[in-house]
């Protein structure tokens, strides 16, 4: 068996203490490769250098909505001059997040047109970070078309799924899955087709029922792996067959 974990930040901090020991237990535990999306600039190159290091780590590059305070007016245009001499896996993440307080929306949405933009100049997928905002999404990238990607910890509905599948889009779904209380997207990862599923852990945050107040790692996809082919009534080999593939 081996898994993709499509998204998670090894690049962090918090596993520069470990973070050789991390990649050998997920190896270990059936994960064979990394998607790594960048946040903020000032990480963009260290990530591209860990991936030069580490096999099968693959590296995204984007400006994080979370951190629109953080970014710099020349971030979008580092990000061009990025894609000249390196080719990351995606653009991502990126996105729009209307829950967290004090980040000014339309800020946000220049800051994702933009990246949007880059993507679609440069033919790469983009990895979303969405929150209380699919529908402005979708609108969105019916007006600047990319090459698909992934919709990180989807909890929309499944109306607004279908319109992501329809724009060429997976839905990631990670650690929120092993809680029981999870009812809706427990309910998302029965109905939505296993062709448009990938796994995450989204660590170091995030983490499983099973690690409940721990960091989160890539090690523990695999429970992620159990929560989903016990939601399909399916072959937990069968899944891992089906979503073991990076973005596309």
């Given amino acids: 068996m081996e898994l993709i974990d499509s998204h998670c930040h090894l690049d962090l901090p918090a596993f520069d203490a470990d973070r050789e020991a991390v990649i050998a237990r997920s ?32 590296p995204a590059f984007g400006l994080h909505p979370v951190y629109l305070e953080q970014h710099a007016a020349g971030d979008v245009a580092l990000l061009e001059t990025m894609l000249a001499g390196r080719r990351p896996v995606a653009i991502g993440e990126i996105g729009l997040d209307l829950h967290v307080q004090g980040l000014d929306p339309d800020r946000q949405q220049a800051l994702f047109e933009a990246q949007l933009a880059i993507a679609r100049s440069a033919d790469l997928p983009v990895i979303l970070h969405v929150l209380k905002a699919h529908d402005r999404v979708l609108s969105t990238l019916q007006r600047i078309r990319v090459s698909g990607g992934i919709v990180h910890a989807f909890n929309g509905s499944l109306q607004q799924a279908q319109r992501y599948i329809e724009l060429g ?15 809706k997207l427990r309910a998302l990862a029965r109905e939505l087709p296993l062709a448009s599923i990938v796994l995450e852990t989204d660590a170091p945050d995030m983490t499983v029922m099973q690690h409940r107040g721990e960091r989160n ?14 939601e399909r009534d399916t072959d937990p080999d069968v899944i891992a067959r089906a979503v073991a593939r990076c973005i596309e």
Avoid: H, I, K, N
Wanted: proline fraction near 8%.
């Fill in 27 to 58: 190896r270990a535990s059936g994960v064979s490769g990394f998607v790594v999306p960048g946040v903020q600039a000032s990480g963009w190159e260290p990530l591209w250098q860990l991936s030069r290091q580490v096999p099968d780590l693959y």
């Fill in 169 to 183: 889009f997976s839905f990631g779904f990670g650690g929120m899955l092993t809680f029981e209380r999870s009812s």
């Fill in 217 to 230: 790692s890539p090690e523990y996809l695999p429970y992620c792996l159990a929560a989903l082919a016990g």
